[in-house]
């Protein structure tokens, strides 16, 4: 098979090729008047009218002294936020930009979709190509190090020697607001971070952005586009002191959004080339015949896909090439006198979004073609085969749409299966800890769900596993890409579809929805997802839906529908989802008084665990150890809080292991006031870094508590407001309630007894009102009596409680153990 070399020649006539002078004047142009605000040249032109190639004309002509960086959005990851602002952070910070404060915006938002991974060189992108982050994580000596803007800043402050450079970052206002953004919020924080570091650089920049109809394939009438390109319009936006080359089929019409964009975008329309520089390109290129030249110049209608393709067919076959009629002419053309072996190789690729040589060699070796270096290196040398970064390749939209044609619907399946399996297999390398190349690390997950899906052989399980593997391999985005291809698959079956497993599918994709809207906070979304919760959760996918349902109503505060869908999951579903089914039900029958069936329970789910499960069995130990701790009985507390804290250390769960320490200063704060003051304050070190609110405000309430028993009534004010502030941006209800009852404590110390009445009425309403807590509120009717507080609200809500509440032992137990807690706080002794 021969190599064809004059093609590289060929090449080095671009600027033949494009003879487009009024597009290159117009970049020139907009070369030389940089200016302070953001600025866009759209380049516009049909499909295969050859914006990639001019793109990349206008990349080798820029002068020198610009930076220059390009985003590909054919690419599936390159459509979304996070992947698309790493992939220009590499670029540009290989070209000496400085990320600092980006990079630690960017560790923030990735922890905060990421909150089960540590961010270290292994999980984040650039952890090691980043100055700041790397100092970071060799400062912390392997400990593990969380992507809160607090405790970032604060290590950078240790790690940075220059001075000023220091400043910069740690006097950064924006950083500083960082951990009380919601994750939409802090998107647009982390952009607009980028935008800044960007134009403080000593140099102009240029980024290119390349297919924005693979970003927004259909807009809307008048222009919009569901907001699937907001996030590009928000960085676009923001960029200052550079120029944005962007290339689109249609032009942008972001004006409907917002009016200013008129004076920011200027439009460059790609026409067919010229019949002029057809013929020239053509000569140049070896057909010389006037007649053939002229044939072909005119059946391509000046689009340069298919002049390239007819160069193409001449190097490979000169006395084959012929005359041509139309464009689809110069295609067939081609197929019919490429080798038989390249072309049905060619047709094959077609299916995959990308690939490299070990794409090409899995599909070769399955159908007994060609798959040696050769052969690689004569499809790549094509004028279709766009090269991407290390070694990767896509074909051109044109030709793909052309090879798939000639495959029927089985040897398309087939060939998503092999690539299926071929993804799978990488993935399970990577997860040994064998080096895969940066493209390959992406999501080679998402990439065999995609092809799973297509090759009809994937079932809603499996595609909820690899979602759960790829989140650890590939981050949260992986799964959100799963989301959309599921999306984008659904809304566009096949004639022979199956209604029962696209029903299967679709339940997958809400499921896999609801688990990320309930990790990032968003409870209403995860509710809108899951409607129905009376359905059969037999399966995987079903139970774990119902999970998603039932958990954003608990967090809503409709505990008690939430408890009878964890019910029924645990009792009707048999599968893997059970153990997480048995320990909500646990977990809600106790926060809702019934310690007994809890406990038992626990225990139930525990014998169904394997050590393995270290995660969730450290959850359930702890979860016995809050109900003995409610029971006031607290040296079987303090067993089972060393008890999880050894099953987490034993399944690394950072995590939980965080959150072991918050639990051990709240159990201090009763049994030893004293020490519960340093516990809580290393409880609160690692939870600030960690920026789990609700467990800040529960440490707070913890070392408030302990400095109310030691007298210290003014640093334990202080306290309580700090824990009420973390309390409400964490939007949790009960555990603002809870630090209430027991700011009643110090009110009544400090002789305020109309505070403290309305804080014990305020906390018992708030229990009734979450349906939780049945015991404390009797030991705030408990406490009215003994400070000789008559107040018939605490009473009719100790009456509607006290039902709910089954303790070990007797509830007089309870009732003298509780009296002796209260003794504490109230320094009162019978």
Known sequence: ??????????????????????????????????????????????????????????????????????????????????????????????????????????????????????????????????????????????????????????????????????????????????????????????????????????????????????????????????????????????????????????????????????????????????????????????????????????????????????????????????????????????????????????????????????????????????????????????????????????????????????????????????????????????????????????????????????????????????????????????VDGMVKDLRDHLASPPADADHGVFAGLRDTADCLEAEAKLELGHTAAAIDLTPQLDRPVRSLVSARLALAGANARRIAGESDRAAAIFERVWVEHQGPARPAAGYCVADIRMWQGDFAGAFSLAEEVHEITSPEDGVIRGDLKRLMHLGHRFLMDFDSSTRLLDEAEAAYRAANAVVGLANVRTNRAELLAFTDPASAVDAAAAALEVQRDLGAQHELGKAYTALAMAQTRLGQYDRATSSFLDANEALDRAGYRSGRARADMFRAFLTLRQGDRQATRDLLVHAAAEFLACQVYPSLILAIHRTAERIGLDEPELAAAAARARPAVRPLDPLDALHRRTDSVLSMFLEVTL
């Open 1 to 478: 098979m021969p190599i064809r070399p004059q093609y590289r020649r060929v090449s080095a006539l671009q600027r033949e090729f494009f003879n487009r002078e009024s597009v290159l004047g117009t970049y020139d142009e907009e070369l030389r008047d940089l200016a302070d605000g953001p600025r866009i040249l759209n380049v516009v032109g049909v499909g295969g009218i050859g914006k990639s190639r001019l793109l990349q004309e206008l990349r080798n002509r820029t002068p020198e002294h610009c930076r220059t960086a390009r985003l590909d959005l054919q690419l599936p990851a390159m459509r979304q936020q996070e992947d698309a602002l790493a992939v220009l952070r590499m670029e540009l910070g290989a070209q000496g930009v400085q990320f600092d404060r980006f990079d630690i915006a960017y560790a923030v938002l990735w922890q905060r979709v990421h909150p089960q991974l540590q961010l270290n060189s292994k999980n984040t992108p650039f952890a090691e190509e980043s100055d700041i982050l790397s100092k970071i994580l060799d400062d912390a000596m392997g400990l593990p190090v969380f992507g809160t803007a607090a405790g970032l800043v604060r290590l950078t402050g240790r790690a940075i020697k220059n001075r000023q450079r220091r400043q910069r970052i740690e006097a950064d206002p924006t950083l500083h607001e960082l951990d009380g953004l919601s994750t939409a919020e802090l998107g647009h924080a982390v952009s607009y971070l980028f935008a800044q570091d960007l134009k403080a650089a000593d140099k102009p920049y240029i980024v290119y952005v390349d297919a924005y109809e693979a970003l927004v394939p259909t807009p809307l009438p008048g222009g919009r586009s569901f907001g699937s390109d907001a996030w590009l319009r928000d960085l676009l936006g923001q960029l200052q002191g550079g120029l944005t080359v962007l290339a689109s089929r249609e032009p942008l019409r972001w004006a409907v959004y917002d009016r200013d964009w008129e004076s920011v975008i200027r439009r460059a329309d790609v026409d067919g080339l010229p019949m002029a520089a057809r013929l020239d390109l053509l000569a140049r290129a070896g057909i010389t015949q006037i007649p053939r030249q002229r044939s072909i110049a005119e059946a391509s209608a000046g689009v340069p896909f298919y002049l390239h393709l007819a160069v193409d067919t001449h190097l490979q076959n000169p006395a084959q090439l012929g005359d041509a009629g139309t464009s689809e002419e110069i295609v067939q053309r081609f197929l019919q006198h490429v080798a038989p072996d390249e072309v049905r190789i060619l047709e094959l690729l077609s299916v995959a979004r990308t690939f490299d040589f070990g794409v090409f060699q899995a599909v070769g070796r399955t159908f007994d073609l060609p798959a040696n270096l050769l052969t690689w290196e004569s499809l790549t040398a094509y004028s279709f085969a766009y090269p991407l970064a290390e070694g990767w390749y896509r074909l051109h939209q044109l030709m793909i749409g052309a090879l798939r044609r000639h495959l029927s619907q089985a040897v398309q399946r087939s060939v998503h299966s092999t690539l299926r399996a071929h993804w799978e297999g990488l993935a399970d390398r990577m997860e040994q800890g064998r080096r895969t190349s940066a493209a390959a690390r992406r999501s080679p997950l998402r990439e065999a769900v995609f092809h799973g899906l297509h090759a009809a052989d994937i079932s809603p399980e499996e595609i909820q596993r690899h979602a759960d593997r790829a989140v650890a391999l590939s981050g949260r985005q992986a």
